[in-house]
Each structure stands twice: as structure tokens, then as C-alpha cells.
């Protein structure tokens, strides 16, 4: 490839172990293709570990690495200091406490570098303390913990969030889609289109595109009223509707509200009701470490003990066991 022509962007990819590899890769290959459709480097990356050692990713294939924290810390000053810091993380990030790495965000920030988060980036960032009052972006699974964990970011289940020079994405695709936003930063349609051409994408999906699948596909239910219904609960977990307040809100009877139930989900509308919170409540207490108590009141449950029984009625084991003896990794 022919090295003519400014670079537009000098990039750092921190590998955090257990990476997700399908949203690493969708945010570097955007950047090889604006690249080669160019012909000269635009775009500039190097992957950085703690200890410059190789990471392993999620689905265990282990990633080398070019640099360590120490050495980017160091690069801050001079003349290889990158444009971009992202932060490249997945599976386990709720017990992830990297002292130096936090530092090297805030010194990053502090001279204005743009940073972001892959996946569960956003973690390693609000621990960092850059997210206060910040709009970010996370995987509707991690939305949960996170928003208990970190109540002053302002965080969404949307595709991705540019908010001044944070940049996040909920992972998966969604990295595709924030490295395009950002070569349309930096560049003009035409490039943006030949980019997407050569990925086989006919579009950059916008922040707000929806994360998970409509109701109506993700459950298999056709009922609007049924829909309508979950919808209520799913918006009421903390605070749940009484089934004649719910079935008030769709114009329906208590009696009409547990017909459509049995005939479309094959249960009572307070079973599924149930079973929705006590789903929140696992999330909670795999991606947070608020008191089990916490969790059992951010999830409807008036009392510990009636939360400890229902769970158990369901999953077979006790949310202490669920949580079971999580360690904190907390690095020098």
C-alpha cells in the first residue's frame, strides 16, 4: 500500500482480555478498507495489552499485541502520541479494575484525545470517571448492571453514541457502524460509500436503530394487546402494575388480559411479569455488585426473602449462588 498522503488518524486499540473478536473486528476492518480504497495509510492503528503480552478474546483465539500501557504512556508526549484511544473489552468486564489503564484514559482525556469503547468499553471508561453526565452506548444485556453501577452516565441500548470525544458502541455490528460514522467524520460520501461497498453493507445505520429484534419477532407474538401489555411491564420493573392497572391500559379486562396470556405465551400475564423481572435481577447480579437486597427492590421484590424464593423457584439456585465468589481483578 502506498504510504503518500496525510494521516488522518493515529489509533490505539487496548485489548482487555475476554475481548469480543466480532467487535474488534468490525471496527478495524472499516478502517483497512477506507484505507486501501485511498491507496496510502489514512488510518494507523497499533494494539496495546497491559504488559504487551498476547490477549486472548472470548472465543479463545489470542490476539498479539505491538505495545503496553507503559509505553503509550510514555508515547503521550512525543511525537507517536495516537489521535484515538478505544478500548476493546467484552465477557467479564464487571470485575475488570485496571488501575493503569484508568490513569491512561484520564491523562488521554486530559489532552484532549479522543477515546472509545467497544462492547463493554463503557465500563472501563465510567471507571475512569469520563462518562459522568455522558451519553454512551452498551449492549441491551449490560444496560441493566451498568445504569445500577454508574447512575451519573447517561447510557442508552442504542447502536452507538458520539458524545464530544467519547465515542462507545454496544459491540457486535454496531462497531461497523460507529468506525463508519467516523470515516464520514473525516471524509467525504464518496469515500464512505466505496467503503461500504466493498463491506457489503447498503447503509450506516443511525445511533437509534434498535439493538434487539421488535417484540413481535424476538417473542413470536402476533396480539397487539399481548404486545402492548409486555411492553408495560418491561417499562415497570422496579414499580410493577398491578394486571388490573395493566389491563386498564389496554383498554381489556383482568379476565380478557389472562385469556390472551394463556392462548400466546402459555402462561398467566403475573408469570411472565415474574419471570421478566427475575431475568432483569440475574443480569443485575452477574453485571453489578450491588447488595443482593438492592437488586431484589431495582427488580419489583419487596422483601429478600421472597426474591431468594422466587429465584430459586426459577433458576434452581439462590442469587447468592448465582453471584457465587466473584473476585475483583484489581491490577497494580
Same mark, same amino acid.
Given at each position: ?52 503480552? !498476547? ?26 502520541? !495516537? ?225 431468594? /424464593? ?8 439462590? !442469587? ?6 466473584? /473476585? ?5
Amino acid at each position: 500500500m502506498s504510504q503518500v498522503g496525510a494521516v488522518k488518524r493515529s489509533i490505539v486499540f487496548f485489548m482487555v482480555p475476554e475481548f469480543t473478536m466480532m467487535a474488534f473486528a468490525s471496527a478495524l476492518e472499516p478502517l483497512r478498507a477506507a484505507n486501501r480504497m485511498l491507496g496510502h495509510d489514512a488510518y494507523r492503528w497499533r494494539l496495546a495489552s497491559l504488559d504487551g503480552r !498476547p490477549v486472548q478474546a472470548s472465543n479463545g483465539v489470542e490476539c498479539h499485541v505491538d505495545t503496553s500501557i507503559e509505553d503509550e504512556r510514555r508515547k503521550l508526549a512525543g511525537p507517536d502520541r !495516537p489521535s484515538m484511544v478505544i478500548v476493546c473489552s467484552g465477557l467479564g468486564i464487571e470485575t475488570y479494575q485496571p488501575k493503569p489503564v484508568l490513569t491512561l484514559l484520564r491523562e488521554v482525556n486530559s489532552r484532549k484525545i479522543a477515546i472509545g469503547g467497544l462492547c463493554t468499553g463503557a465500563y472501563v471508561l465510567a471507571r475512569a470517571g469520563l462518562l459522568a453526565g455522558r451519553r454512551c452506548a452498551l449492549h441491551w444485556e449490560n444496560l441493566a448492571g451498568f445504569s445500577e453501577t454508574f447512575p451519573s452516565a447517561d447510557a442508552y441500548a442504542d447502536l452507538f453514541e458520539v458524545d464530544g470525544t467519547i465515542y462507545t458502541c454496544a459491540g457486535g455490528t454496531a462497531a461497523l457502524d460507529m468506525m463508519l460514522h467516523l470515516i464520514g467524520e473525516d471524509f467525504d460520501e464518496a469515500l464512505l460509500g466505496r467503503v461500504c461497498e466493498q463491506l457489503l453493507t447498503d447503509r450506516i445505520r443511525s445511533p437509534g436503530d434498535r439493538q434487539r429484534l421488535p417484540l413481535r419477532a424476538r417473542l413470536g407474538v402476533q396480539n397487539p394487546k399481548v404486545l402492548s401489555v409486555i411492553e408495560l411491564m418491561e417499562a415497570n420493573l422496579a414499580e410493577p402494575l398491578s394486571l388490573a392497572g395493566l389491563a386498564a391500559h389496554v383498554g381489556l379486562s383482568r379476565r380478557q388480559i389472562e385469556r390472551l396470556f394463556d392462548r400466546e405465551m402459555g402462561r398467566s400475564p403475573a408469570r411472565y411479569y415474574l419471570e421478566i423481572r427475575l431475568d432483569r435481577a440475574r443480569h443485575l447480579l452477574m453485571q453489578s455488585s450491588l447488595p443482593v437486597i438492592e437488586v431484589a427492590v431495582a427488580c419489583g421484590f419487596v422483601s429478600a426473602s421472597h426474591f431468594a /424464593k422466587c429465584y430459586r423457584e426459577l433458576y434452581a439456585l439462590s !442469587p447468592h449462588e448465582e453471584r457465587g465468589e466473584r /473476585k475483583v481483578l484489581v491490577l497494580p
